[in-house]
């Protein structure tokens, strides 16, 4: 079993930043893949950003990319998604997931594992 616990969301004005965090616990990380996926009102849940946890390789939808840093941190078994430039269209719940697999996807039926959720408003 996998428990993952997300925090850092809040409000925030356009342009600025906040840092998202998923603490994991419950197994170990070494062929796993960790994502972060976003699901705003009315929306379906939208990829954002995914990294293998063994050789950091990362990924990212068109739409943060070069505003958003997906990493982790190995011993304390924490990914986080550092999110800069923020724009109003990036208001979410925001959710990291794990995947029993060391390779990513955008697909969210690809994780087995899902955080609770963190809500990120970014306001004009």
């Given at each position: 079993?996998?428990?993952?616990?997300?925090?850092?969301?809040?409000?925030?004005?356009?342009?600025?930043?906040?840092?998202?965090?998923?603490?994991?616990?419950?197994?170990?990380?070494?062929?796993?893949?960790m994502?972060?996926?976003?699901?705003?009102?009315?929306?379906?849940?939208?990829?954002?950003?995914?990294?293998?946890?063994?050789?950091?390789?990362?990924?990212?939808?068109?739409?943060?990319?070069?505003?958003?840093?997906?990493?982790?941190?190995?011993?304390?078994?924490?990914?986080?998604?550092?999110?800069?430039?923020?724009?109003?269209?990036?208001?979410?719940?925001?959710?990291?997931?794990?995947?029993?697999?060391?390779?990513?996807?955008?697909?969210?039926?690809?994780?087995?594992?899902?955080?609770?959720g963190?809500?990120?408003?970014?306001?004009?």
């Amino acid at each position: 079993q996998v428990q993952l616990v997300e925090s850092g969301g809040g409000l925030v004005q356009a342009g600025g930043s906040l840092r998202l965090s998923c603490a994991a616990s419950g197994r170990t990380f070494s062929s796993v893949a960790m994502g972060w996926f976003r699901q705003a009102p009315g929306k379906e849940r939208e990829f954002v950003a995914a990294i293998t946890w063994s050789g950091g390789i990362t990924y990212y939808a068109d739409s943060v990319k070069g505003r958003f840093t997906i990493s982790r941190d190995n011993a304390k078994n924490t990914v986080y998604l550092q999110m800069n430039s923020l724009k109003p269209e990036d208001t979410a719940v925001y959710y990291c997931a794990a995947a029993k697999s060391p390779h990513y996807s955008e697909d969210a039926d690809w994780y087995d594992y899902w955080g609770q959720g963190t809500q990120v408003t970014v306001s004009s």
